[in-house]
């Protein structure tokens, strides 16, 4: 092709370009494949797609799938925008990209990564990726301006996909930064007139790596992936620990929450990672019990409706997002009758190799002979029953395939070490159901609904299974005192599971037929909603706008001490939306009736008050994970965000973990979707803090 044609269509498709909003760094990749090709051809009458074909082949041995996949986005442009070609566009494929896993620091790396830096300027570089998030790219390009040392905040102006957004400037960085900034006045942060080069930062990098004696690739991305790790998950079909899922196949899905839409919804594990933290926290929260780091972002509520919040600045007496139901088909494994007895067995059985007999005990003889029709049932062989002593009985089955098959499921641990078989997490809702009745007629309370175990794990396996059902239980710990045989007292700790709402218990009935006879708490007001900070903004704006409601609120609905839903008192659902009818009478009050809505919408979460948090120190291996096209998890039943630096615990925890996703690509985008406000930003932690 002559070059004035080749000009020609470098020029249509450069403006092309730029109606498309694309920014440089995208133009100058389109032309930098499409000037070759173009060379490479006579005429565009003349091109046909084998000729398209020939020149991509072409690139193989010189490029790498991504940039063969960019490749083919520039011609696919081109025919499309600029020489209206669709015989050709069309039929263009996208290589797959390669798919590797970033490299992740660990904390004492990063300080290694620091203290090895040659100059104040790189030093300041390194601390600034690391805190901030932000990409090379738009480091090079940060203006003074843009730094708000008040706030302690900044903004990246039409960073990725030409949006702006807002970043978190580290306190422990902010004085550092502003002295560089007088001793070295300019147009950009770190050079005076022209950006410094990306390439030039990516050569800071990697030499300060090497210094520091780090043997992993470090890029600048790399610092924008410094996270801590997690538990269990959630996938498609089944539970899984967290640990496991980091071993299985990539493509694996897992869970989401839609807080926008209140849908579950399936969405692919694209990338995992792991590393050790030295620092845990457990946060109790109305009978839930989550391990994380401090980094580890969950959502709370405030006066802006739905935010983010990281573990490590969440207090006693705040509320946090649980959730009510997760649901899947699952894959039958046992039947019903095998699931009932096993659930008894873990309960209160042993499984004796040397005797080669499985035996389960009870003071109430007939529930042994109910157990002894479904032992029956199972194997077409008779067991024995035993009276004991005065006030007990066993039920005795000899059988070593009986045995070998229990302690294979779990029941070669002590009792306060068992927890639920691996196969229920991806069993029917019928086999897990027979499970948790046997388990509950060895373990369970007569009257009001509540499981006991020395295995704290054990019950909390259960708690998360119950939500498969949509039932709510509070796992509670009590210390007591307990006489041996021998007449030796000795401190023992014994762990509860109750059900106490009146629906969850009448679900819970009706549910599982145990043979136990169950009571249920007659008083149920309602599902409340921790609304005190938003109702008390209403209330000082109205007062500061001379607007009386009081009065007609307690004509309207009933409400005759509003002040008292600004302090201590919680409102019902049904309240809410009886509040929301009120306020919308008041034009002035739209933007809160909008947030009242939100919360009103949000259906399958439930409000979770956090009644203690421990420090934790931890040698665990932590994890994270990547979600394709979500931001939610589900960690033991508490709902977190994907965050710049969120992990989880791995601990055996039993938790529906449905997501994680590694950083946060727009601050400002997280901030307009939770209501998050400047205010909020500010006393966000950057983990250059906790260096």
């Not at 809505?597 to 009644?611: A, D, F, G, Q």
Request: aromatic share 10%; hydrophobic share 35%; net charge positive.
């Amino acid at each position: 092709m002559k070059k004035e044609d080749i000009d020609k269509y470098i020029e249509k498709t450069t403006t092309e370009l730029k109606l498309k909003g694309c920014s440089p760094r995208t133009i100058s990749s389109y032309t930098f494949f499409l000037l070759p090709f173009l060379k490479s051809i006579e005429s565009i009458e003349t091109i046909n797609l084998d000729k398209v074909k020939l020149f991509l082949a072409s690139l193989i041995d010189r490029y790498n799938n991504k940039s063969r996949a960019l490749a083919v986005s520039s011609l696919r442009f081109f025919f499309k925008r600029v020489v209206d070609r669709p015989d050709i566009f069309v039929k263009l494929e996208v290589p797959k990209k390669e798919r590797k896993l970033p490299s992740v620091l660990s904390q004492e790396e990063i300080k290694k990564l620091i203290d090895s830096a040659g100059s104040k300027k790189s030093k300041l570089i390194i601390k600034m990726l690391y805190s901030s998030g932000l990409r090379v790219s738009e480091l090079v390009n940060l203006s003074p301006k843009e730094l708000d040392f008040q706030q302690n905040i900044g903004w990246v102006r039409k960073g990725k996909g030409s949006k702006d957004r807002m970043f978190k400037i580290a306190d422990s960085l902010s004085k550092q930064l502003q002295k560089w900034i007088e001793k070295h006045p300019g147009n950009y942060v770190f050079s005076e007139n022209n950006p410094i080069s990306t390439r030039n930062i990516q050569i800071i990098i990697k030499n300060t790596a090497k210094k520091a004696g780090i043997n992993k690739k470090v890029t600048p991305h790399t610092l924008r992936h410094c996270l801590h790790q997690d538990t269990r998950i959630f996938l498609k079909n089944r539970l899984l620990s967290v640990k496991e899922a980091y071993l299985t196949n990539k493509s694996s899905f897992v869970k989401t929450l839609n807080l926008k839409t209140n849908n579950m919804n399936n969405s692919k594990i694209s990338n995992k990672y792991k590393h050790k933290t030295d620092k845990l926290l457990s946060i109790l929260a109305d009978g839930y019990e989550l391990l994380c780091t401090p980094e580890h972002t969950l959502f709370s509520i405030s006066k802006y409706g739905v935010y983010e919040k990281k573990a490590g600045d969440l207090h006693v007496g705040e509320s946090i997002i649980g959730i009510k139901r997760v649901s899947f088909p699952g894959r039958r494994e046992y039947s019903k009758n095998f699931c009932r007895f096993l659930g008894y067995c873990f309960g209160d059985g042993i499984s004796n190799e040397r005797r080669r007999a499985t035996i389960i005990f009870d003071k109430n003889k007939k529930n042994l002979e109910y157990y002894s029709k479904i032992l029956t049932k199972i194997k077409n062989k008779n067991p024995i029953i035993k009276k004991t002593n005065a006030n007990s009985y066993q039920l005795i089955f000899y059988s070593k395939e009986f045995v070998a098959l229990l302690r294979s499921l779990g029941m070669d641990k002590k009792s306060n070490l068992r927890r639920v078989p691996e196969f229920l997490f991806r069993a029917t809702e019928e086999e897990v159901r027979s499970f948790i009745a046997g388990y509950y007629d060895a373990e369970g309370n007569e009257g009001s609904i509540r499981f006991f175990s020395t295995s704290k794990e054990m019950l909390k396996d259960i708690q998360i299974l119950l939500l498969r059902f949509g039932i709510d239980a509070h796992l509670n710990e009590r210390k007591r005192k307990v006489r041996l045989p021998q007449g030796k007292i000795i401190k023992n700790i014994i762990y509860t599971l109750n059900i106490l709402h009146l629906p969850d218990q009448l679900n819970f009935k009706k549910q599982f037929k145990t043979l136990k006879k169950l009571g249920q708490e007659p008083r149920f007001i309602g599902e409340k909603l921790p609304l005190q900070t938003i109702l008390k903004d209403i209330d000082d704006f109205c007062k500061n706008n001379n607007i009386h409601f009081h009065h007609d609120l307690g004509k309207k609905i009933g409400i005759k001490h509003f002040k008292r839903y600004t302090k201590k008192l919680s409102v019902t659902r049904e309240t809410l939306d009886h509040l929301i009818k009120f306020f919308k009478r008041y034009p002035i009050l739209k933007n809160y009736v909008s947030v009242l809505k939100t919360i009103s919408k949000m259906k399958n979460i439930k409000w979770l008050k956090i009644k203690k948090i421990k420090e934790i120190k931890s040698d665990s291996e932590v994890y994270d994970f990547t979600i394709q096209k979500s931001n939610t998890l589900i960690t033991d039943g508490i709902l977190s965000h994907n965050s710049f630096a969120t992990h989880l615990l791995e601990n055996g925890e039993n938790l529906l973990v449905i997501q994680q996703l590694l950083g946060h690509e727009n601050l400002e985008t997280t901030r307009i979707y939770t209501h998050i406000s400047q205010d909020q930003l500010k006393k966000v932690k950057s983990p250059l803090d906790n260096l």
